[in-house]
Every structure is written in structure tokens, then in C-alpha cells.
């Protein structure tokens, strides 16, 4: 009963409006009239405020009619012919539906609230003197040095100073081993410092920080309504109107046609605009909805909107990046091969070189591969320049060398040593060629294990009859491979970023809805092209932008369960529909044969809203 009242006023009012209907009931049973038709207006002001105040604010401000006219209008009417109980009860029940609805909303922005919990609203600015000055974590500027204690989150994104940290980054990514940090590393705003005090410098502005982000983008879906909630919204006011015609003709053809007399025929007009109203129906998408993005929120998925995650459930087919989708993303050097007549240290060097002016996973693996700390920089590369999707060139004196793919490398690929290189992808490695005036100095094999879940989440797609596609930049043996190992049903390798893009507007005309998954800048257009574009949360800060959907915690069976999340949010919106619609018609013949009165109209409409919304609510559980 807290949890219903905190933060929800409606809720208390409506319990207030319950007790002084009670009251007034005891009140007409000892006959103190007309003090209980004074008890019962009052419960009909104090509960119906909050919904009389909306729906005369859209009225006067929006010019928009909507279902909190109708039931005020409804609850005005039974009082005038002396049904002050009826008019009451109506007003306490709607009153409940709509303070559930508030309840709903409440609910759904946990996950905000216990993000914004985890980021300290203070932080210890360190001064260059040692001392430190407590100052509003907003109000950091990027370049700030910072303390943070012992067993303090970090207040915001920065780049570790210290020589070491553990950090304990199970808020961000799941795992509950907290990781080693060393100098110069990033840590991430809300995660723990596990270990002693530590100085970081501030990375980025309170707004740009991760979390930050994370929050607005779940504040952003709650307020984008999914297409269902969206057209049953657009309908309503039509509604309404036809309602406010519709009871009035209903009520001259019971009084003129059917011959009832006035008190029966408004009294019946009464229950009509009652049972007639939209109420359920207008909660059968939007509650449902909230409380699904919630779930998503707290098991690390945010959609930007709530009609991703309702049209997740409906796509045809869903098409992947390889490096850091479904692949762990962290290649590792298992084969450095020299031509024999060479130096191999003054290749090393260049590849060094080269490769430093690159932010693909490759050529970092490459780096730390070949202890690029420790060697000699006595020959200098000049020139250095990124061939997006190819590979880094650069020159040597008059010499010119490359590293990359073997189409952007080489020119003769028939040399034995050549040969052996392509060996190397038929065993589902990555292939560097590095040559010098287009003539094979070396090559680099890089293998990159399929990430955990990669085959199960796969093979769920499968089950689904949904199309699954591998979309890499890597060659073609080794895109294969890959796609073999976790089961795709096709492959297509060797695509630039552009090709990609263009890749997934083909793919969205043979298949109705396609959804992309991807990590990289290199992903963005085709993230942004797709359907429901769908980014690994430890991927850029571009291809999040791009994305409608973020698996902050970077587990693909994430998207396993966003997809039954998705099914199962159709399936109640649909059930909630054909409920609402039948319950609206069956009142309405049951009122015109005089079978029900108005409270039992109230109970079978309003309840109906309730049953709807409760329903609705189911969406907060976990999905097995």
C-alpha cells in the first residue's frame, strides 16, 4: 500500500474519496439525508480533482475532448436525478484506474531514479596543492582532477591518474569481478572504486558522461509512445465526440421511441456515456508499454521509443556485425610471418607506426602484440593515412608501405608466401597484409573468438523463422568461418561502411522489417538505415547515437529477451484491445435491454480499466 501511495496524490485522494463514500453509506442507512448527499459530493470533488483538472485543461487549452469529460459529465448527470451514491462510486473508481496509471508511471522511471542514484550529486575537486573542495558533480569541468575515496562511486567519466584502481563495474556491465584499471585508463561515472584513493581527471561534462546518456535515453522512450498507443490516442477525441452525440440520440429514442419515461431514459443516457466511454481501451497500450521499457531498463536494454520495442517482436530478419557483436571484439596475434630476406625489426617499426593512427580493434591487438613500448623508433613514417575500411599507408623515404587487407596490399597473391597467408583465413582468421611498394614484407593472423551466447542466440533467431545475416568488412574465408561456427544463414564479407548501409536498404526490400546489430563508427549508416538499428553499449559514442536500441551490458542473449519481451508485450496490448472493445459493447446492450444500473455499469467499465492496466503491469516480471 506505500509503494502505491509514494509519490502518487491521485492515490491518496482516492483512498479519501473511498472512506467518505463508506461514510456516506452509513449515512443513508441511518436516513441522515440529506447530510450523506453532502458526503458523497464531497468524495465526488476530492476524487474526481485530479482527473476533472486534466480533462478541462485539454479542453480550454488543447481543444481536445477526452474520456475525463465524459465520466465527469456521466458522474454530473446521476447526481442531478438523485443518484449522488452512483455518481460518487463512478468518480472513486475512475479515479482508481487513472491513479494505477500514475502508479504505472512511477514504476517505469525506477530505472531512472536508481541510475541517477548511483552518480555521487557531489565531488572532491583536487587542487594542485593536495587539498581537496567539495563541489556539484554538474558544475565539473572536462580537465577537473578529482579524489575519490575508498569505496566511493566515481562521480563521472574521467581517465584514471593513479597508477592502478579496481573498479567494480557491475552497474555498467553485469560482471561482479571488479576489473584492473592502470594509469591512464577510462573509468566510467557510477561505478566503485574498490580500491584505496584514487585521482582521475574529469573526461567529459556531467551531460556527456555514459550515465547521462543512459538516463536520457530511458526518459526519452517513456515519452515516445509505441505506434499502438499512438493511433488509439489519435482516436480519441473523434471518439468522444461521437459518444456525446451518440447518448443524447440514444436518450430521445428511448424517451419518444421506446416510451420510457425522462427519469429512465436519462437515467439510462447516464449508464450509456458511462459504458460507452474508451477508458480501457485507452489504457491498453500505454501502461503496458512503460512497464516493458522498464523491464528492458533494468536488465540493460533501452529503447529510444516504445515502438522499437513493440515492432522488435515483428521483424523478418535481423543481420549482424562480426568484430565486438558476434565476436568478443578483442582479437588476439596468433601468427607474425616475415618474408625471410628481410629486417624484421625495421617491419615491426613501420607496422607500429602505421597502426597507431587506428582506433580498429586490429590494429591495437597488433600494438600490444608486438611490444610496441619497448622497441626502437629509429625509422620514421610519413604520410600515414587511413583508408577507411581498407587499412593504414604510409611512406618510408621513397618507399611506400601498407597494412591491411589483402586487396587494398597486394598485388601478386600467387607467391608461396602469399598462400600460405590465405591458409591462414580458411581457418577463420583474420589476415593483415603488410607490403612495401606493393611487394609482401609480412602478414599478421588475428583471431577473434565467437563472443558467449553467440550460437544459442543464433540458433533462438532461427526457431523464430527469423533470417540471420553476417555483415563484416573481413574477407571472405574468414566471414565464413565465423558464420559457420555460430550458424547464420548467410554471409557477406568484405563490405565497406557504405556497402553496409546500402547492404541493409536492400535487405529491408526483401524482408518488410530488418533489424541491424553493430558496435563500430563503421556500423553507424547501417544502424541508421535499418529498421530497428541495435548498438553494443561498449561500442562508440556514434554508433549509440545512431542506434534505437543499446545493450549497455553488451550480452547478445539480451537480445533474445528483448525480443520475447517484445512478443509478449503484443500479445497482452492485443489481449487488452479485444477485452476493452468486448466489455464496451456487451454494457452497452445489456444497458439498452435495462439489465444493469449504473453502479454495476461503473463496476463493469471502470473494472475493466482496472483489469486492463493490471494487466499491463504483468510486463514488470522477469521473462524466463
Same mark, same amino acid.
Given at each position: 500500500?506505500?509503494?502505491?501511495?509514494?509519490?502518487?496524490?491521485?492515490?491518496?485522494?482516492?483512498?479519501?474519496?473511498?472512506?467518505?463514500?463508506?461514510?456516506?453509506?452509513?449515512?443513508?442507512? +441511518? +436516513?441522515?439525508?440529506?447530510?450523506?448527499?453532502?458526503?458523497?459530493?464531497?468524495?465526488?470533488?476530492?476524487?474526481? #480533482?485530479? %482527473?476533472?483538472?486534466?480533462?478541462?485543461?485539454?479542453?480550454?487549452?488543447?481543444?481536445?475532448?477526452?474520456?475525463?469529460?465524459?465520466?465527469?459529465?456521466?458522474?454530473?448527470?446521476?447526481?442531478?436525478?438523485?443518484?449522488?451514491?452512483?455518481?460518487?462510486?463512478?468518480?472513486?473508481?475512475?479515479?482508481?484506474?487513472?491513479?494505477?496509471?500514475?502508479?504505472?508511471?512511477?514504476?517505469?522511471?525506477?530505472?531512472? $531514479?536508481?541510475?541517477? =542514484?548511483?552518480?555521487?550529486?557531489?565531488?572532491?575537486?583536487?587542487?594542485?596543492?593536495?587539498?581537496?573542495?567539495?563541489?556539484?558533480?554538474?558544475?565539473?569541468?572536462?580537465?577537473?582532477?578529482?579524489?575519490?575515496?575508498?569505496?566511493?562511486?566515481?562521480?563521472?567519466?574521467?581517465?584514471?591518474?593513479?597508477?592502478?584502481?579496481?573498479?567494480?563495474?557491475?552497474?555498467?556491465?553485469?560482471?561482479?569481478?571488479?576489473?584492473?584499471?592502470?594509469?591512464?585508463? =577510462?573509468?566510467?561515472?557510477?561505478?566503485?572504486?574498490?580500491?584505496?584513493?584514487?585521482?582521475?581527471?574529469?573526461?567529459?561534462?556531467?551531460?556527456?558522461?555514459?550515465?547521462?546518456?543512459?538516463?536520457?535515453?530511458?526518459? =526519452?522512450?517513456?515519452?515516445?509512445?509505441?505506434?499502438?498507443?499512438?493511433?488509439?490516442?489519435?482516436?480519441?477525441?473523434?471518439?468522444?465526440?461521437?459518444?456525446?452525440?451518440?447518448?443524447?440520440?440514444?436518450?430521445?429514442?428511448?424517451?419518444?421511441?421506446?416510451?420510457?419515461?425522462?427519469?429512465?431514459?436519462?437515467?439510462?443516457?447516464?449508464?450509456?456515456?458511462?459504458?460507452?466511454?474508451?477508458?480501457?481501451?485507452?489504457?491498453?497500450?500505454?501502461?503496458?508499454?512503460?512497464?516493458?521499457?522498464?523491464?528492458?531498463?533494468?536488465?540493460?536494454?533501452?529503447?529510444?521509443?516504445?515502438?522499437?520495442?513493440?515492432?522488435?517482436?515483428?521483424?523478418?530478419?535481423?543481420?549482424?556485425?562480426?568484430?565486438?557483436?558476434?565476436?568478443?571484439?578483442?582479437?588476439?596475434?596468433?601468427?607474425?610471418?616475415?618474408?625471410?630476406?628481410?629486417?624484421?625489426?625495421?617491419?615491426? %617499426?613501420?607496422?607500429? %607506426?602505421?597502426?597507431?593512427?587506428?582506433?580498429?580493434?586490429?590494429?591495437?591487438?597488433?600494438?600490444?602484440?608486438?611490444?610496441?613500448?619497448?622497441?626502437?623508433?629509429?625509422?620514421?613514417?610519413?604520410?600515414?593515412?587511413?583508408?577507411?575500411?581498407?587499412?593504414?599507408?604510409? #611512406?618510408?623515404?621513397?618507399?611506400?608501405?601498407?597494412?591491411?587487407?589483402?586487396?587494398?596490399?597486394?598485388?601478386?597473391?600467387?607467391?608461396?608466401?602469399?598462400?600460405?597467408?590465405?591458409?591462414?583465413?580458411?581457418?577463420?582468421?583474420?589476415?593483415?597484409?603488410?607490403?612495401?611498394?606493393?611487394?609482401?614484407?609480412?602478414?599478421?593472423?588475428?583471431?577473434?573468438?565467437?563472443?558467449?551466447?553467440?550460437?544459442?542466440?543464433?540458433?533462438?533467431?532461427?526457431?523464430?523463422?527469423? #533470417?540471420?545475416?553476417?555483415?563484416?568488412?573481413?574477407?571472405?574465408?574468414?566471414?565464413?568461418?565465423?558464420?559457420?561456427?555460430?550458424?547464420?544463414?548467410?554471409?557477406?564479407?568484405?563490405?565497406?561502411?557504405?556497402?553496409?548501409?546500402?547492404?541493409?536498404?536492400?535487405?529491408? =526490400?526483401?524482408?518488410?522489417?530488418?533489424?541491424?546489430?553493430?558496435?563500430?563508427?563503421?556500423?553507424?549508416?547501417?544502424?541508421?538505415?535499418? $529498421?530497428?538499428?541495435?548498438?553494443?553499449?561498449?561500442?562508440?559514442?556514434?554508433?549509440?547515437?545512431?542506434?534505437?536500441?543499446?545493450?549497455?551490458?553488451?550480452?547478445?542473449?539480451?537480445?533474445?529477451?528483448?525480443?520475447?519481451? $517484445?512478443?509478449?508485450?503484443?500479445?497482452?496490448?492485443?489481449? +487488452?484491445?479485444?477485452?476493452?472493445?468486448?466489455?464496451?459493447?456487451?454494457?452497452?446492450?445489456?444497458?439498452?435491454?435495462?439489465?444493469?444500473?449504473?453502479?454495476?455499469?461503473?463496476?463493469?467499465?471502470?473494472?475493466?480499466?482496472?483489469?486492463?492496466?493490471?494487466?499491463?503491469?504483468?510486463?514488470?516480471?522477469?521473462?524466463?
Amino acid at each position: 500500500m506505500t509503494a502505491l501511495i509514494k509519490n502518487n496524490k491521485p492515490m491518496l485522494l482516492t483512498i479519501i474519496s473511498g472512506l467518505l463514500i463508506i461514510v456516506g453509506g452509513m449515512l443513508s442507512y +441511518n +436516513n441522515q439525508q440529506p447530510l450523506d448527499a453532502f458526503v458523497y459530493v464531497t468524495a465526488f470533488l476530492i476524487g474526481g #480533482y485530479f %482527473q476533472a483538472r486534466v480533462g478541462f485543461s485539454d479542453l480550454l487549452f488543447k481543444k481536445k475532448l477526452n474520456v475525463d469529460i465524459l465520466m465527469v459529465l456521466a458522474a454530473i448527470g446521476a447526481s442531478v436525478i438523485g443518484y449522488w451514491l452512483e455518481g460518487a462510486l463512478l468518480i472513486f473508481i475512475f479515479s482508481l484506474s487513472g491513479s494505477l496509471e500514475v502508479y504505472t508511471t512511477n514504476k517505469s522511471t525506477d530505472a531512472i $531514479s536508481k541510475l541517477m =542514484e548511483l552518480t555521487p550529486e557531489t565531488a572532491l575537486l583536487l587542487s594542485e596543492d593536495g587539498s581537496t573542495e567539495e563541489v556539484a558533480t554538474k558544475d565539473l569541468k572536462v580537465g577537473n582532477k578529482l579524489l575519490v575515496p575508498k569505496g566511493s562511486a566515481f562521480p563521472i567519466d574521467g581517465i584514471l591518474l593513479s597508477e592502478y584502481a579496481l573498479v567494480d563495474e557491475a552497474a555498467i556491465s553485469g560482471e561482479s569481478m571488479a576489473v584492473n584499471k592502470a594509469m591512464k585508463d =577510462e573509468v566510467i561515472g557510477g561505478t566503485i572504486n574498490v580500491s584505496r584513493a584514487v585521482a582521475i581527471e574529469v573526461k567529459a561534462e556531467y551531460s556527456d558522461t555514459l550515465f547521462a546518456k543512459i538516463i536520457r535515453m530511458v526518459d =526519452e522512450a517513456q515519452g515516445t509512445p509505441s505506434k499502438t498507443a499512438t493511433f488509439i490516442e489519435s482516436i480519441e477525441t473523434r471518439y468522444v465526440k461521437i459518444v456525446l452525440i451518440f447518448v443524447p440520440v440514444m436518450m430521445l429514442i428511448f424517451y419518444y421511441a421506446l416510451g420510457w419515461g425522462f427519469n429512465e431514459s436519462f437515467y439510462r443516457g447516464m449508464v450509456l456515456l458511462t459504458v460507452a466511454s474508451p477508458c480501457a481501451l485507452m489504457a491498453s497500450a500505454s501502461p503496458a508499454t512503460l512497464s516493458a521499457i522498464s523491464n528492458g531498463a533494468k536488465k540493460g536494454v533501452l529503447y529510444k521509443g516504445g515502438s522499437f520495442l513493440e515492432n522488435f517482436g515483428q521483424i523478418d530478419a535481423i543481420a549482424f556485425d562480426k568484430t565486438g557483436t558476434l565476436t568478443q571484439g578483442s582479437p588476439k596475434v596468433t601468427d607474425v610471418n616475415y618474408l625471410k630476406e628481410i629486417n624484421q625489426e625495421t617491419v615491426v %617499426q613501420v607496422i607500429v %607506426q602505421l597502426e597507431r593512427i587506428s582506433s580498429h580493434p586490429l590494429a591495437q591487438a597488433v600494438i600490444d602484440h608486438l611490444n610496441a613500448s619497448e622497441m626502437k623508433h629509429d625509422i620514421k613514417v610519413t604520410e600515414i593515412n587511413e583508408v577507411e575500411g581498407h587499412g593504414v599507408e604510409g #611512406y618510408v623515404d621513397e618507399d611506400h608501405w601498407k597494412i591491411g587487407k589483402k586487396e587494398f596490399t597486394v598485388k601478386d597473391d600467387t607467391s608461396a608466401f602469399a598462400l600460405s597467408a590465405n591458409e591462414k583465413q580458411t581457418e577463420g582468421k583474420t589476415v593483415l597484409y603488410v607490403t612495401k611498394n606493393d611487394q609482401l614484407m609480412s602478414f599478421i593472423a588475428l583471431l577473434d573468438l565467437p563472443a558467449p551466447g553467440a550460437k544459442e542466440m543464433i540458433d533462438y533467431f532461427k526457431s523464430q523463422g527469423i #533470417y540471420t545475416i553476417l555483415i563484416t568488412g573481413d574477407n571472405e574465408a574468414t566471414g565464413q568461418a565465423i558464420g559457420k561456427t555460430v550458424g547464420v544463414d548467410e554471409v557477406k564479407a568484405n563490405c565497406l561502411p557504405v556497402e553496409k548501409a546500402t547492404l541493409i536498404l536492400d535487405l529491408k =526490400e526483401k524482408y518488410e522489417t530488418i533489424v541491424m546489430v553493430g558496435d563500430g563508427i563503421n556500423d553507424a549508416p547501417a544502424l541508421a538505415n535499418a $529498421s530497428i538499428g541495435i548498438a553494443m553499449g561498449a561500442g562508440t559514442d556514434l554508433a549509440m547515437d545512431a542506434a534505437d536500441v543499446v545493450l549497455v551490458k553488451n550480452e547478445l542473449e539480451q537480445l533474445t529477451y528483448s525480443h520475447k519481451l $517484445s512478443k509478449r508485450l503484443n500479445r497482452i496490448i492485443m489481449q +487488452n484491445v479485444v477485452f476493452s472493445i468486448s466489455v464496451i459493447l456487451f454494457l452497452i446492450v445489456v444497458n439498452v435491454l435495462q439489465l444493469i444500473n449504473l453502479p454495476l455499469g461503473v463496476i463493469g467499465h471502470e473494472g475493466s480499466t482496472i483489469l486492463v492496466i493490471l494487466n499491463g503491469l504483468r510486463l514488470l516480471r522477469p521473462i524466463k
